[in-house]
């Protein structure tokens, strides 16, 4: 990288906040470095939504604001500076076509994260950034208590009177977010709230069970939340479930995680209704049908037609009706309990897989040291917060990106 001298900002971390805030800042005027530690920007980017990029949700900003269990007040500004409409029209006006599905959530036309990652380089260099990757920062640089530069790994340091740290959580190290921002900011003097898991798989007690059934998408079920402490539902939805070696994961679940605080093995129980489009009447009536087609048959060989393949041995064995009973002589509450079974089919949860495999990372700077209007920290001038860095976190649907560029935006609106 050629020497830069009069740098006006110094923006760590080249994921979505970083890239919006560094090319936001250039346009203005300012002379902007960004540095990336990996090899090229938005690594993490391009694995978004299973490689398709959740970019945002066509929703209200106070729609945001609700799906942020943690902070979500803390965004109002940055929500008013760049809201949802901002995120689709940006993409849009750089030759990404956008689509909306279920829940609002908006994807590239070409379901290719790569599109939004090269909308988003692309704005970097032509707003004249300075970009230089496979440089990991080891220090933040202070004077008088201020923000005044960073040093490289390899020991150059690199000077400007604002740094913006937009260096991602601790999910998916190999993507380069792994915790360094979160060092850095404690190195400021700033409190960091505990990295953990969100929008995360689950590990259940009844592992056995879930690894007989592995590989078995649900494409359709609903998926209720208790909390045993509290004594209460705490989450209803319906969407698609995976069963794997160790538990339960796929879209429904990860948003299920988030609702699910302080986690201790056991707390917590996910039920499943494996046919949530049925009231209890019509499929006990569906049930009894099944049955009577196949009177003479065992009642381990009757659920074809009502249970995937790899389920049923499973709901055979919790239904308590012997395997190899006649169906005909089933009895009225032996079918009544296998009825409240198919749509109260619980597991409970041992706990989460590990942060590294977590879509987001909750925790991180806390916002009580950081000024919501600007993005700024309030114990050292000229130092930023932006995106994942920040303890803020919302559920599934596109809300965490747009927390990551409407934070990078708020940050360089205030240079």
């Known amino acids: 990288m050629k020497k830069l001298e009069n740098l006006d900002v110094i923006v760590v971390g080249a994921g979505p906040a970083g890239m919006m805030a560094a090319g936001t800042a250039a346009q203005k005027g300012l002379r902007v470095l960004l540095v990336e530690k990996k090899d090229r920007p938005g690594r993490k980017l391009m694995i978004t939504g299973k490689g398709r990029c959740n970019v945002t949700n066509d929703c209200q900003p106070q729609d945001v604001i609700d799906s942020t269990p943690t902070n979500g007040r803390f965004l109002y500004s940055a929500l008013s500076c760049f809201s949802p409409a901002d995120t689709i029209r940006f993409f849009e006006e750089r030759g990404v076509p956008l689509k909306v599905e279920r829940g609002q959530r908006v994807f590239p036309q070409s ?129 698609e479930l995976l069963f794997t070696h160790f538990g339960l994961s796929g879209p429904v679940v990860l948003s299920a995680s988030a609702h699910m605080r302080d986690m201790t093995p056991g707390r917590y129980q996910i039920s499943i209704n494996v046919k949530p489009a049925l009231r209890p009447e019509a499929l006990d009536a569906r049930v009894c049908r099944d049955l009577q087609e196949n009177r003479n048959r065992d009642f381990s060989n009757s659920l074809g037609a009502l249970l995937p393949r790899k389920m049923i041995p499973v709901v055979v064995r919790r239904s308590g009706i012997p395997p190899e009973e006649k169906c005909n002589q089933i009895t009225r509450p032996q079918r009544q309990a296998l009825v409240e079974l198919l749509q109260d089919f619980r597991f409970t949860v041992e706990g989460f897989r590990p942060i590294e495999e977590a879509i987001i990372t909750s925790g991180g700077v806390s916002v009580k040291e950081v000024n919501p209007k600007t993005m700024e920290s309030k114990k050292v001038p000229g130092l930023y917060f932006a995106g994942e860095i920040l303890d803020v976190d919302a559920y599934t649907g596109g809300y965490n990106l747009q927390i990551a560029f409407s934070t990078g935006r708020l940050a360089a609106q205030n240079w």
């Open 111 to 239: 379901d290719k994260a790569v599109d939004i990652v090269d909308a988003m380089t692309s704005f970097v260099k032509q707003s004249g950034v300075f970009l230089h990757t496979g440089a990991p920062v080891s220090q933040l640089l202070l004077e008088n208590g201020a923000a005044a530069g960073v040093q490289l790994e390899n020991g150059e340091t690199l000077w400007a009177p604002k740094v913006l740290l937009a260096c991602g959580g601790a999910s998916y190290p190999g993507t380069g977010s792994n915790g360094d921002g979160a060092r850095l900011a404690r190195q400021a003097g700033h409190t960091i709230v505990p990295l953990r898991p969100s929008l995360v798989a689950v590990r259940a007690r009844e592992q056995a069970e879930c690894q007989e059934m592995q590989g078995l998408s649900l494409r359709n079920c609903g998926v209720r939340i208790f909390d045993n402490r509290k004594k209460r539902m705490i989450y209803d939805d319906f969407g």
